[in-house]
Every structure is written in C-alpha cells, then in structure tokens.
C-alpha cells in the first residue's frame, strides 16, 4: 500500500489562496468520504484541520476547507497568513489488506 | 481538555523492546477508539495501529505485524504499544491519536522519540 500522492511543496503570497491534491485510489480516497487533513507546524504534533471530506472542526477558520473528486481530494486555504507555513498531510481510510489508514506524503506549505 | 501524554521513548540496540504508553485526561477514555502514528526523522506521518474501544479489536500495518502490540487499560485512561525486535527502520517520533470512530484523528498527544541503533 503506497501513501497517497500529494505534491511536496506549494507557495502563495498572503492573501491568496492555495490548494493541495491528495490523490488515491478507489480503495481508499475514492471509495470512502472518510478523508482528513493535518497541520503540522515544526516539532510540533498534527492538528485536525478537515474530517470526513469537507467538515471543519470547532475552532478552526473557516480559511481552510475540503473537497473530493473522484479518488482525489483537495484542500484549499484563502486568505494566506503567515502562520498557516507549515506541513499538511492527508489521510483515508483504506480498505488496503495491509492497513487501515493511509497517509500522504505531506506538502510543505511556503508563505512568501 | 482533551491531553495526550505519552512516555517510554529511549535508545534501543536492533532486536530490543520497549513500551510506549500514553496516558489520556480530559475526556471519556473508554468511549474512544485510539491509534499510534509514527513518524521517522524528516519524514512523513505513518499509520501504526488502532485499538477499538473496549480493546476487543486490534489492527496492525504490515511492516510491524507480529512484533508490535498494541493494548489500552480503560480503568486507568491509559494506551500502550509493546514494541518487540526491533529495526532501525522503527526509528521515529511515535504519536497517540483519539478516534472519534468516525475515522479521523481528532486529538494528538505531543510525541515520544524511540530511536533504534547499536
């Protein structure tokens, strides 16, 4: 079971806006509206930024949203601040027979 | 407030064991399915295992099938990996993460380094 694609690095000025691909498979990212998405500043542990496709948890701005088509997904954050530099990794979960859940291989997120 | 501690990280020589734990507060430890996430050096996230609620079900990824186990203690908020013969391979920060049984991980503990070489 390969992790899911997502480009290695993006970059936005602030202001704009950005969208990362997550791309899968029908056994995983296609199959299931069980998509999420984690930030990842630094040394620091992730935090959920997106759960079940496009739900946003409490206290998260609404800056960042979610979306899937077919077996890829995407997030997009407007309004680029500065404190959104940081790491962001998707996940599925998969019906692989050689785990449950999958990750992407994370996007490093630059704000010029 | 949701908190995830967890503990028992170390240096460990190739074909060592070492037990991680992870101690829950905050929130009804029993109603909650949990996982262990590791992540190697300048790498990415990496799906371990998953624990059901009431520790009846267990689930591996196939690079530590059969040399890690993963149990919990609900009386005391408390989640374990046992991690046996170990590889350099298994060299990471390993994280615990709440399920709310929906699929995602909705709370992260802060991480706890294990570190395998002679």
């Known amino acids: 079971q390969s992790a899911l694609t997502q480009p290695a690095s993006v970059s936005g000025s602030p202001g704009q806006s950005i969208t990362i691909s997550c791309t899968g498979t029908?056994?995983?990212?296609?199959?299931?509206?069980?998509v999420s998405w984690y930030q990842q500043h630094p040394g620091k542990a992730p935090k959920l930024m997106i759960y079940?496709?496009?739900n946003r948890p409490s206290g998260v701005s609404n800056r960042f949203s979610g979306s899937k088509s077919g077996n890829t997904a995407s997030l997009t954050i407007s309004g680029l601040q500065a404190e959104d530099e940081a790491d962001y990794y998707c996940s599925s979960y998969t019906s692989s027979s050689t785990l449950e859940w999958v990750f992407g291989g994370g996007t490093k997120l630059t704000v010029l | 407030e949701v908190q995830l501690v967890e503990s028992g990280g170390g240096l460990v020589q190739p074909g060592g064991s070492l037990r991680l734990s992870c101690a829950a507060s905050?929130?009804?430890?029993?109603?909650?399915?949990m996982h262990w996430v590791r992540q190697a050096p300048g790498k990415g996230l990496v799906w371990v295992s998953r624990i059901n609620s009431d520790g009846s079900s267990t689930s591996y990824a196939d690079s530590v099938k059969g040399r890690f186990t993963i149990s919990r203690d609900n009386a005391k908020n408390t989640l374990h990996l046992q991690m046996n013969s170990l590889r350099a391979e298994d060299t990471a920060v390993y994280y615990c993460?709440?399920?709310?049984?929906?699929?995602?991980?909705?709370?992260w503990g802060q991480g706890t380094l294990v570190t395998v070489s002679s």
């Open positions: 993460a709440r399920d709310t049984v929906t699929y995602y991980f909705d709370s």
């Open positions: 079940e496709v496009s």
């Open positions: 905050g929130f009804t430890f029993s109603s909650y399915w």
């Open positions: 029908s056994s995983d990212v296609g199959g299931y509206n069980y």
